[in-house]
């Protein structure tokens, strides 16, 4: 079963730069790396199991968003729920006003279609799903090195 995300896809340089990141975290445990092409950063999550029809109703109800081209920056490594108990490795979306006003906007023409969507929203980009750690100093220096990392900027033209 698919899950249905809202969300903005990144352009292929950033996405390079940032998978080669991705790719090091099965150096330290085992893991889902998010595919190349499944990078992007969430605005909403819709569920698995959306019917034809409720998809269609989605993508009309967005057609009614007006949102002007703005900037995003991403930066650092961090893990859901914490670094010493990660169980998703994500990368950071700074704070950016237009971005919550876009999610505001589509929080206004669809309220939550499942449960997982009702918590706050924090913007990320996940990088990976941990199984587990098999070298916690490894992770340790992993997320060192990459806290505050420039990942670069871009234009948010479409969602």
Same mark, same amino acid.
């Given at each position: 079963m698919n899950n249905y995300f809202i969300a903005i896809k990144l352009p292929s340089d950033i996405v390079a730069s940032v998978f080669s990141v991705g790719a090091q975290i099965n150096e330290f445990s085992k893991s889902t790396?998010?595919?190349?092409?499944?990078?992007?950063?969430? +605005?909403?999550? +819709?569920? /698995?199991?959306?019917?034809?029809?409720?998809?269609?109703?989605? !993508?009309?109800?967005?057609?009614?968003?007006?949102? !002007?081209? @703005?900037?995003?920056?991403?930066? /650092?490594? /961090?893990? @859901?729920?914490?670094?010493?108990?990660?169980?998703?490795?994500?990368?950071g979306v700074e704070e950016s006003k237009p971005l919550f006003g876009l999610r505001k906007q589509i929080d206004a023409v669809l309220p939550p279609l499942s449960q997982a969507d009702v918590h706050n929203f924090v913007p990320h980009l996940?990088?990976?799903?941990?199984?587990?750690?098999?070298?916690?100093?490894?992770?340790?220096?992993?997320?060192?090195?990459? !806290?505050?990392?420039? @990942?670069?900027?871009?234009?948010?033209?479409?969602?």
């Amino acid at each position: 079963m698919n899950n249905y995300f809202i969300a903005i896809k990144l352009p292929s340089d950033i996405v390079a730069s940032v998978f080669s990141v991705g790719a090091q975290i099965n150096e330290f445990s085992k893991s889902t790396i998010v595919s190349y092409e499944n990078l992007h950063i969430s +605005l909403k999550f +819709l569920g /698995g199991a959306l019917s034809d029809r409720q998809v269609e109703e989605v !993508k009309s109800a967005l057609q009614s968003i007006k949102s !002007k081209i @703005f900037l995003i920056q991403l930066r /650092g490594i /961090g893990a @859901f729920p914490s670094q010493q108990f990660a169980r998703v490795i994500w990368l950071g979306v700074e704070e950016s006003k237009p971005l919550f006003g876009l999610r505001k906007q589509i929080d206004a023409v669809l309220p939550p279609l499942s449960q997982a969507d009702v918590h706050n929203f924090v913007p990320h980009l996940t990088l990976s799903r941990i199984i587990s750690v098999f070298d916690k100093l490894k992770m340790a220096r992993f997320f060192k090195l990459y !806290k505050k990392t420039d @990942f670069g900027v871009f234009e948010v033209k479409e969602f």
